[in-house]
């Protein structure tokens, strides 16, 4: 008996709970839990299994979620809630004996700053309430650092000149004039904060989308690709202590960044509450109120998301590249899941990293970032799943 609970029905909840339902060998008891039970009803009902269970919960209130676990008794929570919930949701883990997943690192609401420093303070708690928590097991983060420590494993002796980067292609067109794939808050408070890469053992702090250069994607072709900062490279860069420089490109089109140049001026990616006729409001959350749902956008979503890491490092005394990437249809992702390819790429290795810790293949008192564990069944699962994953072996990595 494994059951699993999954918080958050939007889209990368809706892609967890289809690729949970396709596995009941494993997944023998499942309920999906969020702000809005409807919406979880909604996913039920398109995935067709009546069995699935459903719940209201306010991901918020510790005290709400202690009562949910201790009366459906989860042995893991799978968190695709926002980066806002995580630490109530380890919290109420820890009250509650519940093994613990997630995707996005925390990050409070009225900060937009992210680091693991928060989520990691927390590991003496989960050791010793012999509790395994898996952050951020998603793509990316997720995919890129079990690809990070595949690569580790099988493709360099040493990593003394790797040099890391990981590419972000959201390549498609939904035909909107300005969308976002996933929640528009939480992605709007990513790319325009600084930019920041490791380089000789310290951190470079750039402005936001300051550097960019064309690269080259599979099946694609080139795309002006901007360099940002991404969670996973605080905990890369320790994990892999030997990496000289990392860095993280993610790809946008001029419409979108002339959008989003628009909507700063005008200050609509404000964090900062206003009064409006009366009441408080975020203008950033009002935006997100405005735009397109990411969820709305599968269907007439063309193209595919190409995600990869490109490596530099040693191997037998030689310098070689190493390039390892997975392209996703965003056609193929609605057609089985009903959501687009962003959302797909993160609720896949939601899924997986849910099945390695319930087949005891990635299970450890503590709390832990996805490439501490080993990265071939992880790997193996991502070609059965629907993830398949290529490699180029010291081609150009432009880099
Ligand atoms: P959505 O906004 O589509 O969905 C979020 C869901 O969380 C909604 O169903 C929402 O409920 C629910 N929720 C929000 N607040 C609460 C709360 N207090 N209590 C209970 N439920 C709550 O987001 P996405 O599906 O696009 O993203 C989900 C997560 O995945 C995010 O953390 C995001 O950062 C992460 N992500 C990770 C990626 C990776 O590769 N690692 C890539 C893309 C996303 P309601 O609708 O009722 O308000």
């Known amino acids: 008996m494994s059951k699993v609970l999954i918080i958050g029905a939007g889209g990368v909840g809706t892609v967890v709970a289809h690729k949970v339902a396709q ?64 630490l109530t949701i380890m919290e109420a883990c820890l009250q509650a004996g519940v093994n613990y997943l997630d995707t996005a690192n925390y990050e409070p609401k009225d900060e937009a700053h992210f680091e693991y420093s928060w989520q990691w303070a927390y590991k003496k708690r989960f050791e010793d309430a012999g509790l395994t928590a898996i952050l951020g097991c998603g793509f990316d983060p997720g995919v890129s650092g079990v690809y990070t420590a595949y690569a580790a494993k099988h493709h360099f002796d040493e990593m003394h000149y790797l040099d890391l ?33 490791w380089e000789g053992g310290k951190w470079v702090t750039t402005k936001p989308l300051e550097f960019h250069k064309d690269l080259t994607y599979p099946n694609i072709g080139p795309r002006d690709s901007y360099l940002l900062y991404h969670e996973e490279l605080e905990s ?61 956008l599968g269907e007439n ?71 501490e564990f080993d990265p071939d069944p992880f790997m193996e699962a991502l070609n059965m799943y629907g993830l398949p994953w290529h490699e180029v072996f010291d081609g150009d990595l432009e880099l």
Not at 31 to 57: E, F, H
Not at 166 to 176: L, Q, R, S, Y
Not at 177 to 196: D, K, L, V
């Open 23 to 86: 596995h009941p060998e494993v997944f023998t008891e499942v309920m999906i839990a969020s702000r809005t039970q409807s919406k979880c009803d909604a996913i039920v009902k398109a995935i067709g299994n009546p069995n699935i269970k459903t719940a209201k919960v306010d991901a918020d209130n510790v005290a709400e979620l202690v009562a949910l676990f201790n009366s459906f008794k989860p042995e893991i929570v799978i968190n695709v809630a926002l980066p806002y919930q995580d």
């Open 165 to 197: 980067d990981i590419v972000d292609c959201n390549a498609g067109n939904h035909h909107k004039a300005f969308a976002t794939n996933f929640n528009p808050e939480i992605n709007i408070r990513e790319i325009t904060q600084n930019g920041r890469y």
């Open 236 to 296: 890369l860069v320790k994990n892999f202590p030997t990496i000289k420089r990392a860095r993280f490109w993610m790809t946008f089109g001029q419409e979108y960044l002339t959008h989003l140049r628009v909507i700063q001026n005008i200050g609509m990616a404000s964090i900062e509450p206003i009064n409006y006729n009366g009441m408080e409001i975020v203008p950033l959350q009002f935006l997100k109120a405005v735009l397109p749902n990411p969820q709305d």
């Open 301 to 371: 979503y063309e193209g595919e998301t190409s995600i990869g890491c490109r490596i530099r490092g040693v191997k037998d005394g030689k310098e070689r590249t190493y390039y390892v990437y997975n392209n996703c249809s965003h056609q193929a992702a609605y057609k089985e899941t009903g959501m687009q390819g962003v959302s797909y790429t993160t609720g896949v290795p939601a899924m997986i990293g849910a099945m390695m810790f319930l087949k005891g293949l990635w299970k450890r008192p503590g709390v832990w970032n996805v490439e």
